[in-house]
């Protein structure tokens, strides 16, 4: 069972910074593709970012530009490193990873292992 613990969230301003982190219990960064994914309230989840276990990243197009994806197998850690943020980036945001080699499709229902959520709140 793969455990993951995200930290970084919290409330800035709009056009402020923060860099979410996602720590793994083992080392599956290195074969696992890892992903972000957000949800707001009383809307879906959805994807931000994903980079592969060969190191292919693929961004949703309202981060491209923003966001960056990056991670450090040797600390088992993913991050999100999140500039210019806007009010609509607002929700909660979840790590996850796929334990299928060479997949890598930034969608909930490819991920089988989730962390609980940090809160991101940017204000106006």
């Known amino acids: 069972q793969v455990h993951l613990v995200e930290s970084g969230g919290g409330s800035v301003q709009a056009g402020g910074s923060l860099r979410l982190s996602c720590a793994a219990s083992?080392?599956?960064?290195?074969?696992?593709?890892m992903a972000w994914f957000r949800q707001a309230p009383g809307k879906e989840r959805e994807g931000v970012a994903l980079i592969a276990s060969d190191g292919r990243l693929e961004y949703a197009d309202y981060v491209k530009g923003r966001f960056t994806i990056s991670k450090d197998n040797g600390k088992n850690t993913l991050y999100l490193q999140m500039n210019d943020l806007k009010p609509e980036d607002t929700g909660m945001y979840y790590c996850a990873a796929d334990p299928i080699m060479f997949r890598a499709v930034l969608l909930p229902a490819f991920f089988r292992f989730w962390g609980q959520g940090t809160q991101v709140t940017v204000s106006s």
């Open positions: 083992a080392s599956i960064l290195g074969s696992y593709s």
